[in-house]
């Protein structure tokens, strides 16, 4: 089976590159290669644990009329190190997140030392007539407003933490868009599930007053029913997001996740942003190691009831970017995220990244680093 779907990656990037060298033709291709090595200090580990992994993207457009679209997205990972070589099911980890109703991942190599898996993370028939917009297929349902949490993301949340996935998952779903104006617009949209405890079906409306963008949802996602509502505007110069949604449990209690941020811009191109988060799902107690392992959804967005965060970036030079991110949790053990990156861009096309993601917790009346990660990352888009 795999190498079939490798031959059949292969068949379709030939048949890309040849069709663009005609003109104007329907098909284009783009995507990146990166590579990203990790460094880890744990407690409970006397050295570092470092890690490599090589990340490609494909992304093919076939776009025969004005009306028609066909996406294909394709993500290959090759992953190596040291947790790999102390994961014995790293491959089922990686799985985690990668497939919705249709498996549409492989693992090309599974040894004990590296993985090589590909994915097919996009595709989609769109067919646009008009005010009415309907994509079948795995796609990105992307109903959040704010820049870090978002509470109305029922279809596929993501975690903050994962910088690497720019894209963001996506849903096997059926999605129908009207444009009922030029800023307002229906939505329904249903995802692909096996039973109906897993299922997510939706419908959202958007609509624009007073330089405001507003939105309401309801519908019922993985056992809950939900209503919920975002909006984004301006607070005089600053800007200003939210969102919530309250789950109506049927098995469970009922939960609320709200979230809200304001942003500015200041003349000398210093970005601020500052966010709060309530989660009634959230813990009261625990430590920063339960970000690395709760379970992750639209109503269990951050491990901790209260989240405060708190974000900064500036270009210190045309080429030079930089920022740093911060999360605490107002709770007994005192969690503290830290992200700090630094981003250069080496020449056109070429990008390098270092991150930091630094986690403190309070411990024996002392602030205490369990993990400790540093990220450098190379990239080369096309």
Known sequence: MKYFFTIGLFVILTISLSAQEEKQSPWSMQ?????????????????????????????FRYE????????????????????????PNYSDQIENGNNDFFD??????????????????RAYLQYTKGALETRIGRQRINWGISTVWNPNDLFNAFAFTDFDYEERPGSDAIRVKYYTGVASSIEIAAGAAKTLDRSVFAALYKWNVAQYDFQILTGYARGDWVIGSGWAGNLKTAGFKGEWSYFISEEDKNSLAVTASIDY??????????????NSNGET???LLDLFSFELSAKNLYPFRHAIFISGAYPITPLLNSSLALIYSPISSHPLFINPTITYSVAQSWDLDLVGQIAFNQANGKYQSPVTAGFLRLKLSF
Do not use: C, M
Not at 39 to 56: A, C, E, T, V
Not at 66 to 87: C, H, P, T
Not at 106 to 120: C, E, F, G, R
Not at 265 to 278: E, H, I, R
């Open 104 to 121: 549409l991942s492989v693992h090309l190599v599974n040894k004990d030392d590296w993985v090589i898996n590909s994915t097919i993370d």
């Open 265 to 278: 811009s200041f003349s000398n191109s210093l970005y601020v942003n500052a966010g709060y988060l309530y």
């Open 64 to 87: 025969p009329s004005a009306e028609f679209q066909l996406a294909i997205d394709v993500r290959n990972r090759i992953f190596y190190g040291d947790l790999v070589k102390l994961s």
């Open 31 to 59: 995507g990146y290669v990166k590579h990203l090595e990790s460094i880890f200090k744990l407690d409970g580990f006397d050295s570092y644990l470092i890690d490599q992994l090589i990340h490609n993207r494909l992304k």
């Open 285 to 287: 107690q625990g430590t």
